[in-house]
């Protein structure tokens, strides 16, 4: 169980170019879902937090207008990286959780490449 | 304050080793502090977590000893095998539902 899903795996564009990144919980309904973008040997950072119906979270320092997350349903929540340039060039993983509960369930994550 | 200090940055063990990640916080608020095992090009996996009430929980050969007065909390690896290679990292929330704040990580390699 808690399953988590992201497509595409991987994705190369070119730059200026929008880029849109699914994320899904397979087997539960997940009430909140986060992104992170890790780059190479690094950490995971957050960006943002999203629930079900309503606007997403930002962390500081992150551009709500270029990182457009939407949370349309309790098993689908997007990210997409608008007018995309190399430095957007990361690895970006989802996660989910479930109201009620501590445990975050990650995605396998999707790398991205912009030319 | 948020953070959450990890060390070792990097860890060499050798096979049927004990491997041994030690992380430290502040906030006293942090209420459930789970460890992610991650492979090279994967998402996090949950490997195991704890809550502050309990002073050690054990899966396997995997084990979290946890220290509240010292605000500490450390993963040991029994045991350890070349497929445990990998990044490690130690976590901690508020809230239920509520966003991770993570450690540096901890890249392990068990040698044969």
């Known amino acids: 169980g808690a399953v988590v899903s992201q497509h595409p795996s991987w994705v190369i564009c070119k730059s200026g170019t929008s880029v849109k990144i699914e994320c899904r919980s397979l087997?539960?309904?997940?009430?909140?879902m986060f992104w992170y973008r890790q780059f190479p040997k690094q950490s995971l950072m957050l960006m943002a937090t999203s629930n079900e119906g309503s606007k997403a979270t930002y962390e500081q320092g992150v551009e709500k207008d270029k990182f457009l997350i939407n949370h349309a349903s309790l098993t689908l929540s997007t990210l997409t990286v608008t007018s995309a340039h190399p430095e957007d060039s990361s690895f970006y993983i989802c996660?989910?959780?479930?109201?009620?509960?501590?445990?975050?369930?990650f995605g396998p994550g999707t790398r991205l490449t912009v030319l | 304050q948020q953070q959450v200090k990890q060390s070792p940055q990097s860890l060499i063990v050798q096979k049927g080793g004990i491997s041994i990640i030690n992380c430290a916080y502040e906030?006293?608020?942090?209420?459930?502090f789970p460890w992610y095992q991650q492979f090279p090009g994967k998402g996090p996996a949950l490997l195991i977590a704890i809550r502050p009430d309990v002073s050690e929980k054990k899966e396997g050969r995997f084990t979290i000893s946890f220290n509240k007065s010292a605000k500490q909390f450390s993963l040991h690896i029994m045991d350890s095998q070349p497929g445990d290679s990998a990044t490690y990292f130690c976590?901690?929330?508020?809230?239920?539902?509520?966003?991770?704040?993570f450690g540096q990580g901890t890249e392990l390699s068990v040698k044969p």
């Open positions: 976590a901690a929330s508020v809230n239920q539902g509520g966003k991770l704040i």
């Open positions: 906030n006293t608020a942090f209420d459930y």
């Open positions: 087997d539960f309904q997940a009430t909140t």
């Open positions: 996660s989910a959780s479930v109201q009620g509960r501590h445990e975050q369930f």
